[in-house]
Antibody, heavy 118, light 107 residues
Framework: EVQLVESGGGLVQPGGSLRLSCAASGFIVSSSYMSWVRQAPGKGLEWVSVLYSGGDTYYADSVKGRFTISRHDSKNTLYLQMNSLRAEDTAVYYC????????????WGQGTLVTVSS | EIVLTQSPGTLSLSPGERATLSCRASQSVSSSYLAWYQQKPGQAPRLLIYSASSRATGIPDRFSGSGSGTDFTLTISRLEPEDFVVYYCQQYGGSPAFGQGTKVEIK
């Protein structure tokens, strides 16, 4: 059974850093396309970043230069390093697997809340 | 960058009625890369439809998708009580993007 479990969210001050983790089971992260999607309170879904199996990474303009997506193959875990955090980064962050044929998000974690506030 | 616009923002219907949700793209999207998701309060989104018209595993057949080019539609043939939640379309041409969502509420 495919499962994604995020962790690492919490309260952080503006300008601070946080690293989110997404532990996967039931499939191999390094062979998959993996993504982070966020949702600000009461708002819609916003794509954040993607890591392809070959190692290529892409970011939304809103986080480029501040966030870094990576993976640890032996731990089968996806990460999102978030630096220079802003109030507008406050959101629930979901990790999701991307279907490699038709590029839809087929499995999602339960999400972890990041709150950026002083 | 392709922008998806969903309409209406809120759809007020009664159980048993038919719901028609629209998703319009700012430029042509490959049907292979258009998906729909359902999101219940406090939960992660759930995949409903992929490749514009293929139902995901376990999705009831009252949900159907159609469309091509810049206009796509999600239809719920007969609304059940659990269907009154929020729906998002998503495309993956270049950078992935979601529509702003349509909330289906009980009339």
């Amino acid at each position: 059974e495919v499962q994604l479990v995020e962790s690492g969210g919490g309260l952080v001050q503006p300008g601070g850093s946080l690293r989110l983790s997404c532990a996967a089971s039931g499939f191999i992260v390094s062979s998959s396309y993996m993504s982070w999607v966020r949702q600000a309170p009461g708002k819609g879904l916003e794509w954040v970043s993607v890591l392809y199996s070959g190692g290529d990474t892409y970011y939304a303009d809103s986080v480029k230069g501040r966030f870094t997506i990576s993976r640890h193959d032996s731990k089968n875990t996806l990460y999102l390093q978030m630096n220079s955090l802003r109030a507008e980064d406050t959101a629930v962050y979901y990790c999701a697997r991307v279907d490699s044929w038709n590029y839809y998000f087929d499995y999602w974690g339960q999400g972890t809340l990041v709150t950026v506030s002083s | 960058e392709i922008v998806l616009t969903q309409s209406p923002g809120t759809l007020s219907l009664s159980p048993g009625e038919r719901a028609t949700l629209s998703c319009r793209a700012s430029q042509s999207v490959s049907s292979s890369y258009l998906a729909w998701y359902q999101q219940k309060p406090g939960q992660a989104p759930r995949l409903l439809i992929y490749s514009a018209s293929s139902r995901a595993t376990g999705i009831p057949d009252r949900f159907s998708g159609s469309g091509s080019g810049t206009d796509f539609t999600l239809t719920i043939s007969r609304l059940e009580p659990e269907d009154f939640v929020v729906y998002y379309c998503q495309q993956y041409g270049g950078s992935p993007a979601f529509g702003q969502g349509t909330k289906v509420e009980i009339k």
